[in-house]
């Protein structure tokens, strides 16, 4: 697996943590995959966004968490370990 197709697959994954301003760039277009020879495929994302951000409304509008804490600290883990595997394999 190349560094590019690493980093890919945590975007693809859905659960890569990102800054605000690339989520703002990701509005219109966002990176979907890297082919094998390095050229890049843009998908249009504003209607996941749209959704994404209606149901993070509604998550911080409810007052009981649809994920228990301790399957949230899990999965935030696992991520982590994802996000430092693809930076261990760039150096």
Same mark, same amino acid.
């Given at each position: 697996? *190349? ?7 945590? +975007?693809?994954?859905?659960?890569? +943590? ?12 966002? +990176?979907?995959? +890297? *082919? ?9 994302? *504003? ?14 509008? *409810? ?29």
């Amino acid at each position: 697996m *190349s560094k590019k197709t690493a980093f890919v697959d945590l +975007i693809n994954d859905n659960r890569i +943590i990102m800054p605000a301003c690339l989520w703002m760039a990701a509005t219109v277009v966002a +990176i979907a995959a +890297i *082919s094998g020879n390095g050229d890049m495929i843009m998908t249009d994302l *504003s209607n996941e966004l749209a959704a994404k951000r209606v149901a993070i409304r509604q998550a911080r509008a *409810s007052t009981k968490p649809a994920v228990p804490a301790d399957q949230v600290l899990v999965i935030l883990k696992a991520d982590l370990a994802k996000v430092q595997a693809a930076i261990d394999a760039t150096t």
